[in-house]
């Protein structure tokens, strides 16, 4: 068989709760991986110690985007429905963290994004009860 290489392409950036801002910076822009390998994407950005929350999102090929994971430095990640044994995620400090993706395979290639956003009291608030 041969060897398949597939890419992850980091392209774009952004941050939420501020128009029109641009500047989390995610490295390296493009990996290029064998399957069954890892990769591992860094996010930084300069937006303050309140942007102490970074999510993470995939597009693979003729699909929408989709959020893998929510980072924090004050709380644990969460995949939602994801699989979180395909993922590794460090966040310890407000202006970086990282994704890494396991057990690469060809459903792994895509464009992934990383945006930050501030920790606001409003998302602490937990709503409804069903009756
Ligand atoms: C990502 O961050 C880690 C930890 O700081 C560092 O060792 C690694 O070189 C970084 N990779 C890139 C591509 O910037
Ligand atoms: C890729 O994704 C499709 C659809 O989700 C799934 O059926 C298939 O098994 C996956 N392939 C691999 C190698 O995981």
Not at 47 to 59: A, D, E, F, L, V
Not at 70 to 97: I, L, M, Q, W
Not at 99 to 124: P, Q, R
Request: proline share 3%; charged share 20%.
């Amino acid at each position: 068989m041969p060897t398949t290489i597939i890419s992850l392409i980091l392209l774009l950036q952004w941050s939420q709760g501020t128009a029109g801002a641009s500047d989390a910076e995610q490295e390296p822009k493009i990996l290029w991986r064998q399957i069954s390998g890892s990769a591992t994407m860094n996010c930084t950005h300069n937006k303050g110690i309140n942007y102490n929350q970074m999510y993470w999102y995939r597009q693979r090929p003729g699909e929408t985007m989709r959020l893998i994971v929510f980072t924090s430095t004050y709380a644990e990640a969460d995949f939602g429905d994801v699989d979180k044994n395909k993922f590794d995620v460090h966040k310890k400090v407000p202006e970086f963290g990282s994704l890494t993706v396991k057990h690469l395979n060809s459903n792994d290639s895509g464009i992934y994004f990383c945006s930050v956003s501030e920790h606001s009291m409003a998302k602490a608030v937990e709503c409804c009860t069903k009756t």
